[in-house]
């Protein structure tokens, strides 16, 4: 899968998973204390941003697995700093990742639009809770409660992991330290056309 | 003795940990995932040789979180049958909620039980080694997140003198954290577009040193696989069984 990226393009990334494992990081123990209050319910509000680097770096990349790569290694991270969450993080951050780069694979990693990148979110927050069902045990709540959370959940990861993910790389791309990678080439190939 | 933990072999110790996860995933009584969380603890005061001051305070948060899975749980549960054992305010808690509630709680505990043995016994640097070498993970991506780390204390650095900088011109440091925390997206894209040129200029420099990024089979740093992790392999699984056929002798 790694033959046709280039090693800077490796690099990056892994760099990218680790400013956001940081970042994850700190959402989880503020999560987790918000969490001792209002229970499970807490973390969908924010739970967008834990699928935000998926996003930003096949946004900035454009290759096969670069969303699924750079979430499991934010989620490794997030497991090497000591959170609290622990190795199995790196599971949920491997299922996150996939569920982000199955709709780029269905558009055959040649769009990347807007609604693209929502959509990648909501694919994130649908796979994440399909796993979060299981081993959090959601089967014990009410079908309603459940429902309920599913709904927040799809909508922060299109909003924050979505839009937001979009409006970091944007404002990346304009410092223009991004010139080499792909995404600038494909801007500049659509002002061009 | 002290230090068998900490010499496990970090890729079987990771999925010996999962593996109790998963399958503590699939029980519904309080017992199975207590019984794990104090077995959990005992392996950890046999050996290894933890700060437990630090374990502790790594604990406390989670013990809230368990505490918010066990008043949700019992709200918001939806099997209501069995005997009534508790009545608040007119409420009646029955014995069918209240050991979901336990269990949720217990699990919270369980999990961060073995997520906090797993981080305060490994090494980050020898974890990426012995994923490359026990678990076949790609050295192109097993030397990134290497490099990656060693940049951690730079960035640091470098988020203190972009907050510096922002102060020099002006920008004033909100007294509400949640305004404080949404101000951090202006210190996010010029950490980010350090992070990319970072990231070209260390690209560059393995390159330059012949990094290929092929599979190799001898490494200078070998991380072995050998008979102490066999026997706490065996003692992780056995808690595991012991909790999980605790339902039939409690």
């Known amino acids: 899968m790694l033959a046709k990226w280039k090693l800077k393009e490796v690099v990056l990334m892994s760099l990218f998973s680790i400013v956001f494992g940081i970042i994850y990081l700190l959402f989880l123990h503020a999560g987790n204390i918000w969490a001792g209050f209002i229970g499970p319910i ?18 900035i990349i454009r290759k096969p697995g670069a969303a699924v790569i750079s979430e499991t290694i934010a989620a490794a991270i997030e497991v090497l700093l000591g959170n609290a969450v622990g190795p199995r993080l790196i599971l949920s951050g491997l299922i996150q990742g996939l569920g982000a780069e199955a709709v780029f694979a269905a558009t055959g990693y040649k769009r990347f639009t807007l609604p693209i990148l929502m959509l990648a979110g909501v694919g ?9 069902y299981l081993l959090g045990g959601f089967s014990v709540f009410h079908p309603g409660y459940v429902l309920l959370m599913l709904g927040i959940r799809i909508a922060s990861g299109a909003v924050i992991a979505g839009v937001g993910g979009k409006y970091v790389v944007d404002g990346l791309l304009a410092t223009g330290s991004l010139r080499g990678y792909p995404i600038a080439r494909a801007v500049k190939g659509d002002a061009r056309a | ?43 950890q005061l046999c050996f290894s040789s933890i700060n437990w001051k630090k374990w502790f305070l790594f604990m406390i948060p989670f013990v809230i979180m368990s505490f918010g899975y066990f008043w949700t749980t019992i ?3 939806e099997e209501r049958t069995g005997a009534i054992v508790w009545s608040v305010f007119h ?30 016994t490994t ?7 012995s994923l490359m070498q026990q678990l076949k993970l790609s050295p192109k991506i097993a030397y ?9 204390p730079v960035m640091k650095e470098e988020f203190v003198h972009i907050q510096q900088a922002h102060r020099l011109r002006g920008a004033v440091r909100d007294r509400n954290v949640l305004v404080r925390l949404w101000n951090l997206r202006r210190i996010l894209l010029p950490m980010l577009a350090g992070a990319v040129r970072k990231a070209e200029r260390s690209a560059f420099a393995m390159e330059a ?17 050998g008979k102490n992790d066999m026997i706490l392999s065996s003692l992780f699984f056995l808690i595991i069984v012991a909790g999980c056929s605790s339902a039939n002798w409690i």
């Open chain 2, 144 to 152: 990134s997140i290497l490099v990656g780390y060693q940049f951690l």
């Open chain 2, 209 to 225: 040193r012949g990094f290929t990024g092929e599979k190799r089979t001898e490494f200078y740093q070998v991380i072995s696989v």
């Open chain 1, 124 to 132: 994130s927050s649908i796979f994440s809770f399909a796993y979060g």
């Open chain 2, 91 to 120: 409420y009646d808690i029955t014995k069918a909620q209240l050991d979901h509630a336990l269990s949720l709680s217990f699990r919270v505990l369980a999990f961060a039980g073995l997520s906090l043995l797993f981080a305060f």
């Open chain 2, 75 to 77: 709200v918001f549960a």
């Open chain 2, 123 to 129: 090494d980050p640097t020898k974890f990426i080694l």
């Open chain 1, 42 to 59: 807490a973390y969908e509000w924010i739970f967008g941003i834990w699928f935000i680097v998926s996003i930003i770096c096949m946004y």
């Open chain 2, 1 to 43: 003795m002290k230090q068998a933990l900490h010499d496990m072999n970090p890729s079987i110790k990771f999925l010996v940990t999962t593996i109790c996860m998963l399958t503590l995933a699939f029980f519904f009584n309080p017992w199975t995932p207590l019984i794990c969380w104090v077995g959990v603890i005992l392996l």
